[in-house]
């Protein structure tokens, strides 16, 4: 098992290669669309993706137009890390180390994977699953899914979601994969390189991504990396690492332990229409508990 911390990718240093092909239907803004095309550099040609019906299968095209220079199955809703691990084991009978990928939304992760994706890591499935979490059922119309954060207006969530946001790379952890990472859409660069190690480790590997989505956020297309950043440099969005069991903050999250203070968690909301009904007791409530949060990290980690 590799563990190894590699030299930063850097812009310059990304591979030149596309394996993405320019032109495609993603929204303008979409930062799933950077993730994707990034993502595809650090997995380099020998991959297979699994994915369901999401907005990447907006974004891949399909057969027999694709973006994308790896094939691509796509699967139903609930089989996605069924479906990986069985192309996993095929090309593993021809003997062959092609890296499976699944890559899923927050809803067909969280909600209607689940019970796939918890069976999957359970097996030990030699498998990267990336989430890409846009906190709603976008691709339908933005309808609420459980990573949808609480108070959130989705169009069927008309006064706010009452619900709180689902922890889902808690919930991978507690199985204790291989690998489990966090990142943001706003940090490409760290995507790719948590990518690249996963590919580097043997077992389940799962990385969920915080991705803004433009339409579905009530942000302004040009806005969309900004509010990634503020979610992270506000201390609310958490970007780590989970390896054999071991938790450490990662990135740029890593950064700001040393910061004493942190730009108010109101900014990030602020910057969203689809936050348009939380109060000031709610923003407060959720101020202090990113405080709580970042002063056990300090004590834990300073
Ligand atoms: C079994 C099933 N139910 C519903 C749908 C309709 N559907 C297609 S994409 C989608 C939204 C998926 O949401 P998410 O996984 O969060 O990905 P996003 O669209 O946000 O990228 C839905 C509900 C479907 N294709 N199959
Ligand atoms: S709806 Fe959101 S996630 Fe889907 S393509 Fe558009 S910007 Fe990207
Ligand atoms: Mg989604």
């Given at each position: 098992m590799s563990t190894t911390a590699a030299k930063k990718t850097t812009a310059v240093s990304l591979d030149a290669e596309e394996y993405a092909h320019p032109g495609n239907r993603a929204c303008t803004g979409c930062t799933l669309n950077t993730l994707y095309r990034v993502g595809l550099k650090a997995l380099g040609r020998d991959c297979i993706f699994a994915v369901p019906p999401s907005c990447l299968t907006v974004v891949q095209g399909l057969y027999p137009i694709s973006s994308s220079q790896m094939p691509i199955l796509n699967v139903t809703f609930a089989s996605t890390a069924a479906a990986a691990s069985g192309i996993r084991a095929a090309m593993k009978r021809r003997g062959k180390k092609t890296q499976v990928v699944a890559w899923a939304g927050d809803g067909g992760t969280a909600d209607i994977g689940l019970q796939?994706?918890?069976?999957?890591?359970?097996?030990?499935?030699?498998?990267?699953?990336?989430?890409?979490?846009?906190?709603?059922?976008?691709?339908?119309?933005?309808?609420?899914?459980?990573?949808?954060?609480?108070?959130?207006?989705?169009?069927?969530?008309?006064?706010?979601?009452?619900?709180?946001?689902?922890?889902?790379?808690?919930?991978?952890?507690?199985?204790?994969?291989?690998?489990?990472?966090?990142?943001?859409?706003?940090?490409?660069?760290?995507?790719?390189?948590?990518?690249?190690?996963?590919?580097?480790?043997?077992?389940?590997?799962?990385?969920?991504?915080?991705?803004?989505?433009?339409?579905?956020?009530?942000?302004?297309?040009?806005?969309?990396?900004?509010?990634?950043?503020?979610?992270?440099?506000?201390?609310?969005?958490?970007?780590?690492?989970?390896?054999?069991?071991?938790?450490?903050?990662?990135?740029?999250?890593?950064?700001?332990?040393?910061?004493?203070?942190?730009?108010?968690?109101?900014?990030?909301?602020?910057?969203?229409?689809?936050?348009?009904?939380?109060?000031?007791?709610?923003?407060?409530?959720?101020q202090q508990e990113v405080d709580d949060k970042w002063a056990g990290y300090r004590e834990r980690f300073l």
């Open positions: 796939a994706l918890s069976a999957a890591i359970e097996r030990g499935e030699d498998l990267i699953y990336i989430c890409y979490d846009n906190e709603a059922y976008m691709n339908t119309g933005v309808q609420r899914s459980g990573t949808t954060p609480k108070g959130t207006l989705t169009n069927n969530t008309l006064s706010g979601k009452a619900e709180a946001k689902k922890d889902v790379p808690a919930i991978v952890a507690a199985h204790r994969p291989a690998y489990v990472a966090t990142c943001s859409a706003a940090f490409p660069l760290d995507f790719h390189d948590k990518l690249l190690k996963a590919k580097g480790i043997t077992g389940f590997k799962y990385i969920h991504i915080h991705t803004p989505c433009p339409p579905g956020w009530g942000v302004e297309d040009r806005l969309a990396i900004a509010v990634g950043k503020a979610a992270v440099e506000s201390g609310l969005y958490d970007l780590y690492e989970i390896e054999n069991g071991r938790f450490r903050l990662s990135g740029p999250s890593q950064k700001l332990l040393r910061k004493k203070k942190l730009p108010p968690v109101s900014d990030y909301f602020a910057m969203q229409g689809r936050f348009k009904a939380l109060d000031d007791a709610y923003l407060q409530a959720v």
